[in-house]
């Protein structure tokens, strides 16, 4: 796995935050890897961590609306500050509302999703003021030659322009 340092650094200095992290990219780009990756950096100083994924049935059937998941936090979080992580969010039903209410109890909130469907007009007149948006890009071509060379593989300049990934 690429540790994308540069895409890292500017959400570090939200991790505290009370605004929502919303992180934001075309499809494949590696949103829930840059999830994944600031989890494992808090999960550094705390455990008290909460992480759903919403494209597993398991989690929708069971959280299927922003009440559920105010419920399910507020069950399982410990006292001082929860990092919550919430991937493919626009999922769920009411995640918006969901998220305004958490923040305002000492938790820190990491969500990502669709652009078109987390950045829509609607949403961003409804979360005004209380989220922070970081877009992710696929892999540069230098990121791409340092995960090649992870996996033993190789990619042409020429591959990469034509197909935007290894061959």
């Given at each position: 796995?690429?540790?994308?340092?540069?895409?890292?650094?500017?959400?570090?200095?939200?991790?505290?935050?009370?605004?929502?992290?919303?992180?934001?990219?075309?499809?494949r780009c590696g949103?829930?890897?840059?999830?994944?990756?600031?989890?494992?950096?808090?999960?550094?100083k705390t455990d008290n961590i909460i992480s759903l994924n919403f494209e597993d049935k398991r989690i929708l059937?069971?959280?299927?609306?922003?009440?559920?998941?105010?419920?399910y936090v507020e069950e399982n979080r410990k006292t001082d500050k929860c990092y919550v992580f919430l991937d493919e969010v626009q999922l769920l039903d009411g995640w918006q509302d969901a998220c305004k209410t958490l923040r305002l109890y000492n938790t820190s909130i990491f969500i990502t999703g669709s652009n078109s469907k987390l950045l829509s007009k609607e949403f961003?007149?409804?979360?005004s003021g209380r989220y922070v948006s970081f877009k992710i890009r696929p892999?540069?071509?230098?990121?791409?030659?340092?995960?090649?060379?992870?996996?033993?593989?190789?990619?042409?300049?020429?591959?990469?322009?034509?197909?935007?990934?290894?061959s």
């Open positions: 796995m690429i540790y994308r340092e540069h895409y890292i650094k500017p959400i570090r200095e939200f991790y505290d935050s009370d605004l929502i992290k919303i992180i934001t990219g075309i499809r949103k829930s890897v840059i999830l994944e990756q600031v989890k494992n950096e808090i999960s550094k059937s069971n959280i299927s609306n922003g009440e559920n998941l105010i419920k961003t007149k409804e979360l892999f540069v071509y230098k990121e791409i030659l340092e995960y090649t060379k992870e996996l033993g593989k190789s990619c042409s300049v020429t591959d990469y322009l034509i197909w935007g990934r290894l």
